[in-house]
Each structure stands twice: as C-alpha cells, then as structure tokens.
C-alpha cells in the first residue's frame, strides 16, 4: 500500500534562512512524488514533482527538492525563506501501478518569522 | 490560478440531507478527481473519473458517487449526509488518468453538516 509521512507539523524557519520540509514514502515499484502547498481557505498549488532523472527537482517559487531512493525520501528546501512562503505544505506520491490515486502526506505547517 | 473552478464556495446541509457538488475542469484535461481534506488532515482520495467512467475509488462508501459529462466537468454527490462529511471538497484534474502528470486543484468547496 502507498503512504506518506511527514514527520513534522511544523516548521519555524527565520526569514532568510534556509528551509526543508521533510517527507518520506512507502510505495511499490517507481513513485512519482509531488510537492503542493496551500494558503489558508484556497485549494492546493503544485510546487514540483519527481518522475524520473535528476535527483535534485526545481519547482516554484525557488523550491526544490531532493530524491533519494535508499532512504524513500523526498525534503521540500528552499536556500532563503520568505515570510510569504507561510503555508501548509502537502508531499504526495502517486504508484506507478496504481493510476488514478494520489496519496497526500498529513501536512507540514511553515511558519517564516520576520 | 488554475483553470479548474468548483461551486459552490460553501454549503450548509443538515444532517440525512443529500448534496451535489460540481467542478469544472482546466482546458484540455479530461480527467478529474475529487478529494475530502477534512480539519487539519491532508486530502483524501475519493474517486477519479476519466473520458465519463469512474478509473479508480478510494475508501469511501457507495453514498459518494459522482458523474463526468462529455465536457469533461464533473459533479460530486453525497446521499445521507453525515455530520463526520464536514470538510473541504476539492476537484482536481489533469491531462491523463494517471503517471507522472500533476493534478491542478480548485478552490475547494467547504461543506458544513449540521
């Protein structure tokens, strides 16, 4: 069965610091991993995801994250944060097998301080 | 902003009472996929709906069903509603069923039981 962990509920990270939220999975055969963030009363935005390649992935915004297969992880960093980057952060993972469903992470809370 | 819209916003149903949701679809995709993201939880998969055929259900009972149209919008209806059916609704959708293709999310419709 396909799972999300995201260790964290939150993150407090001071403006201009770097930041990672961290996201590991369980999955059978190749996942497909995405990264979505969502602002208070709003639907989820899509950040970046890893297919295939690279293990480094850039998205939006200056994110990026970093994939490693040995350990099944998948850290959402950023080199400099933002106050505007306050957000609930989702990891999810999609099964090569099973194609219709997206399993989501229970969330991470950022908090950028001033 | 994406391209997917959902309506309502919000809703208020009394418990046993029976509602519909719809969303409609960013330009080109023909896939959409509806979520439950209950108070401080990520998204719950509840079912996908490709080319008007259901492709793929989560954990949800047969209360739930949905419908797609030849315009690829689609609507959510819940029957005997139950007060634990409070929660956010979002639609998503996408260009294909599944693999590495990323969902793009609506607003989200807030559903309130009573």
């Known amino acids: 069965a396909q799972s999300v962990a995201q260790p964290e509920d939150q993150v407090n990270v001071a403006e201009g610091n770097p930041l990672t939220v961290k996201c590991t999975y369980s999955?059978?055969?190749?996942?497909?991993l995405f990264w979505y963030v969502q602002y208070p009363n709003r639907g989820l935005q899509f950040l970046l995801k890893?297919?295939?390649?690279?293990?480094l992935v850039k998205g939006s915004y200056g994110f990026e994250a970093e994939f490693n297969k040995s350990q099944t992880s998948f850290h959402l960093k950023k080199p400099s944060a933002l106050v505007s980057d306050s957000a609930l952060y989702f990891c999810?993972?999609?099964?090569?097998?099973?194609?219709?469903?997206?399993?989501f992470g229970s969330g991470t809370r950022l908090s950028i301080r001033p | 902003e994406t391209g997917v819209t959902q309506s309502p916003t919000h809703l208020i149903k009394t418990r046993g009472q029976q509602v519909t949701l719809r969303c409609s679809s960013q330009?080109?995709?023909?896939?959409v996929s509806w979520y439950q993201q209950a108070l401080g939880q990520g998204p719950q998969f509840i079912f996908q709906?490709?080319?008007?055929?259901?492709?793929g259900r989560g954990n949800f009972p047969p209360r739930f069903s949905g419908l797609q149209f030849p315009n690829y919008s689609s609507e959510l209806n819940v029957n005997a509603l139950e007060l634990d059916d409070s929660a956010l609704y979002l639609c998503?959708?996408?260009?294909?069923?599944?693999?590495?293709?990323?969902?793009?999310f609506g607003q989200g419709t807030r559903l309130t039981v009573v």
């Open positions: 998503a959708s996408s260009s294909y069923r599944g693999g590495n293709t990323e969902a793009f």
């Open positions: 999955v059978s055969g190749n996942p497909y």
């Open positions: 890893y297919i295939t390649g690279d293990n």
């Open positions: 999810a993972v999609r099964a090569y097998s099973s194609a219709s469903k997206i399993i």
């Open positions: 330009s080109g995709h023909n896939t």
């Open positions: 709906y490709y080319r008007e055929e259901e492709n």
